[in-house]
């Protein structure tokens, strides 16, 4: 009786974990998804982050706890998780935890109506119980052309007078210029992963054949180390170009380490090909 008693137990845990799994599978599937957020925007939502930080920290007038309220117009969420997570991690204000309803609809991807209007934002906080609240309003936030721009209106209110502490808009666009961080990382995320690679393998392998009169220079000099600096400044390229490709996937530990295995073939092919150019001078190995 009790084997059967465990065995009946155990199936209809079985089958809850199985209904489950199978239905947050229908609802990844099926279910509504927040817009994606290319490396451009990210960019300059990262780079206004410290300006707020900053104007809020002067702002704040002793406030106790602070609730803050998922911007309007911020569809995506970003704008309103990331300033979350730094003043959080600042300190400058006593925030707030998300509530309950906040957390699962994060957890289910639905989007959050936002607060942008005081009125609306001083009677919320008075129902949470906080002494301020952060809200706001997202105009624009948005990617174009190689380009991006950020239109953000930030407000710290203070529930009991009413009154704006704060009222500042902010506007970011993207750096000018081909080495843009964000540029390069939006036009490598276009490529899959199989490009990605090859990409790299062939920029690795043809890098020194085309530069072979520089390599040749260097080693005419026959001392260590130019020979070091050679290999160096190659292997610094390669394994530049390998994080690039990589991007935020070096998180996780296949990813660091197929970068590490990665930037140890390109080190062992630049010494083969100094060794080459070598034996191309004459020079003893």
Request: with cysteine.
């Amino acid at each position: 009786m009790l084997i059967r008693g465990l065995w009946n137990l155990a199936s209809r845990a079985g089958t809850v974990l199985l209904a489950f799994y199978l239905g947050s599978q229908a609802w990844d599937a099926v279910g509504p998804k927040k817009p994606e957020i290319s490396p451009l925007r990210v960019q300059v939502a990262d780079e206004a982050v410290p300006v707020m930080l900053r104007d809020l920290r002067d702002a704040r007038d002793g406030l106790g706890t602070v609730a803050l309220l998922p911007f309007a117009g911020d569809s995506s969420g970003y704008v309103t998780n990331q300033l979350r997570s730094a003043v959080s991690s600042s300190g400058i204000l006593d925030l707030r935890d998300r509530t309950l309803t906040e957390k699962a609809r994060a957890f289910l991807d639905l989007r959050e109506t936002g607060v942008g209007e005081p009125e609306a934002a001083r009677a919320t906080g008075h129902a949470m119980g906080v002494e301020g609240v952060l809200f706001g309003t997202v105009r624009a936030f948005e990617s174009f052309g190689g380009e991006a721009a950020l239109d953000l209106e930030v407000r710290l209110l203070d529930v009991a007078s009413g009154a704006l502490l704060l009222d500042r808009r902010y506007t970011k666009e993207t750096a000018p210029g081909i080495l843009n961080t964000g540029r390069v990382r939006e036009e490598i995320a276009r490529i899959n992963a199989p490009k990605r690679f090859f990409a790299w393998l062939i920029a690795v392998l043809l890098l020194p054949v085309f530069t072979i009169g520089f390599i040749r220079a260097m080693v005419r000099k026959d001392t260590n180390r130019s020979n070091a600096a050679t290999l160096v400044i190659y292997s610094a390229a390669d394994a530049l170009l390998a994080y690039l490709l990589l991007g935020a996937a070096l998180s996780s530990w296949f990813a660091l380490l197929l970068f590490l295995v990665a930037v140890g073939f390109a080190i062992c092919y630049n010494a083969y090909i100094m060794r080459f150019a070598l034996r191309l001078e004459g020079l003893p190995e």
